[in-house]
């Protein structure tokens, strides 16, 4: 739901607010309660060993959205809070068990919706972003480049993750 209130809150976002540290109630109150989601995911990810991924991705959202109660990149970060949309198909297809029709939609739907989300809209959105915010880098000042490291995580591990999608997609067209 978060994922959801992040897209909303980034599409009512008022216009002349200014993109570093500008802030706006709704939007500041999307940015804690995802920090806080994210500091309760990066224990789970510890307490039921999770794999380096999950783990690696929790710890940067929850760095993310901490810094972004500063307010810093506010804005920004509800945009990027969008991509946890894909969070919401992918329980549902680790919910459901055995091979049923539902659970090939699920798959399909997950692929489709971490293609045009994580990867179409998060790359171009992120190249935006490095060319709006790289002119604006200072000497000494450590939270902008923490955060554009923290944006090239996220976009490694989505990448990392949809070459084990399109892996599985490939091979359950060559099984037939």
């Known amino acids: 739901m978060y994922d959801k209130l992040g897209l909303l809150t980034f599409a009512c976002y008022p216009d002349g607010t200014d993109d570093l540290h500008g802030t706006w109630q709704p939007g500041h109150d999307i940015v804690v309660l995802a920090a806080g989601y994210f500091a309760y995911d990066v224990?789970?990810?510890f307490v039921r060993k999770y794999d380096w991924?999950?783990?690696v991705h929790g710890?940067?959202?929850?760095?993310?959205?901490?810094?972004?109660t500063t307010p810093f990149l506010e804005r920004?970060?509800?945009y990027y809070l969008s991509w946890e949309a894909t969070t919401v198909v992918f329980n549902l297809l680790r919910?459901?068990?055995g091979d049923t029709p539902r659970k090939e939609t699920y798959k399909r739907l997950f692929f489709v919706l971490f293609f045009v989300v994580r990867i179409c809209c998060g790359y171009g959105y992120t190249v935006g972003?490095?060319?709006?915010?790289w002119p604006r880098l200072r000497p000494g000042e450590w939270m902008l480049p923490l955060?554009?490291?923290?944006?090239?995580?996220?976009?490694?591990?989505?990448t990392f993750w949809f070459a084990k999608l399109m892996r599985k997609a490939l091979d359950?067209?060559?099984?037939?």
């Open 43 to 45: 224990l789970n990810c």
């Open 129 to 133: 972003f490095v060319r709006r915010v």
């Open 53 to 55: 991924a999950f783990t």
């Open 95 to 97: 919910a459901e068990r």
């Open 147 to 158: 955060f554009l490291g923290i944006v090239a995580i996220a976009n490694g591990l989505n």
């Open 172 to 176: 359950a067209c060559r099984k037939g």
């Open 76 to 78: 920004d970060v509800l």
């Open 59 to 68: 710890i940067a959202c929850f760095v993310c959205y901490l810094l972004a």
